[in-house]
């Protein structure tokens, strides 16, 4: 994503001007022009979402946080039924509190369908107030962050994007090398010049910041593909195997209904979204253990504070407790018979498969999970240089366009050099699907303005 020296304005005598070098040039821009309105959305978002716990902690504060007390903590089905009192419907789940401050979760479907978050004083079945089920500040941060606030087909353009990132980043430092420069000259390479009232300022902050961040935005971009429509959902079903999430053999001989751990419990790690929930086989002349039952075989089974419970849904429904905190050796997913209490399933992140274990980890990574402060700060840090990047080649732009024109740099006289580039985009094209289709829309309007300006010049 950056951009160091064009044409004329090339720093240092020997800077080049080739067929090659104004090919890929003018791919940059074209995928600067496409993606950089969304990059800066995604970086704000993503840089603010890094801080999840501690903004909803200060903004719910009223909701999230209780009283320490001496006292044990009431029984689930005291604060489910606190809950329904408030709030009549049926309850869905319940989310445990994680630490002795924090409030008790019960999320309730209403009779008008509506799905509401229950805030519960865990010591005295206190309400403590209501919100619209993942209605949080961040939840909504994390919805624009996805692009699913407005809708599927703008959620498919994170895959756009994450495959125009790779091509920005790729053709950016090919731009950016410093070729024919002398071991004195840093300007622009490592260096920036000028002052901000000069295009060449901009310039070089462009190409210095994107040559420092550029490996660290490659990560985001890819760790962040896992959530797109159609390539997160593909590469979903190949990295877990048959029945998705599940290790081969983890289910053997227990019945699996088509319920889904995303649908039934919310919130569900990736690898695990699309995994199915399994059946009741227990008798069921004594009746379902309850909730009381099932969240103290789960403290016994030592899941860690926090989970969510997600009650049975039906006659051959189950228990399930889910939690995902930031260490990861600590998620967890166990099943029990609603009838019996006996664990179905007990999954953790050590039984997941190496290709889902490596996502994993990368999104526990771009999430700012897995090394604490120093996780978030860094990547916020390149949360701030993305914002720079695209900030910074808006005012190039702005400065260098021609009067009256969008300033598209100029196609090569020789328009056999795009075949390798072209390759390797067609490559990323084949990998991102989304990705390949936005290239021939591209590819035919960059057809169409050569023809219409065959050798405009972008001075």
Known sequence: MTTH???????????PATDLYRAVWRWHFYGGLMVLPFLILL?????????????????????????????????PARLIDAALAAQPGTALKITTPATPTASAEVTVRTAAGERLAVYVDPYDARVLGTLPDRGTVMWVVRRLHSLAEFGPIANGVIEIV?????????????????????????????????????????RDLH??????????????????????????????????????????????????????????AGGATWSLEQARLPESVGTTAGGPVGVDAAVAAFDRLG??????????SGAKGVYSASVYPDDLSRQRVVHLDQYSGKPLIDLSYADYGPAAKAMEWGINVHMGQEFGLANQLLMLAVCLAIVALSVSAAVMWWKRRPRGSLGIPPAPSDRRVMRGLLAI???????????????????????????????????
């Open 5 to 15: 020296a064009y044409g004329r304005d090339a720093a240092g005598a020997g800077a």
């Open 43 to 75: 970086a704000v978002t993503g840089g603010a979402y890094l801080f999840r716990d501690e903004v909803d902690g200060l903004v719910h504060r009223s909701l999230k946080q209780v009283e320490l007390r001496r006292t044990a903590e009431l029984p």
């Open 162 to 202: 994450g495959g125009w990132t790779l091509l920005l980043v790729g053709t950016g430092v090919w731009l950016w090398w410093p070729r024919g420069r002398t071991g004195g000259q840093s300007g622009g390479v490592v260096s920036v010049r000028g002052t901000p009232r000069r295009r060449l300022f901009w």
């Open 207 to 264: 190409a210095v910041t994107g040559a420092f961040a550029g490996l660290f935005i490659v990560f985001l971009a890819a760790t962040g593909m896992p959530w797109s429509v159609f390539w997160g959902a593909t590469v979903n079903e190949w990295a877990n195997g048959s029945n998705y999430g599940y290790p081969a053999g983890l289910y053997v001989d227990v019945p699996m209904s088509d319920e889904h751990l995303a649908h039934a």
């Open 303 to 312: 899941v860690a504070r926090g989970y969510t419970v997600a009650l049975p």
């Open 425 to 459: 985009m067609a490559a990323v094209g084949l990998l991102f699907p989304l990705v390949g289709a936005s290239l021939v829309v591209m590819l035919a309007l960059d057809l169409v303005l050569t023809r219409a300006r065959p050798r405009r010049a972008f001075a």
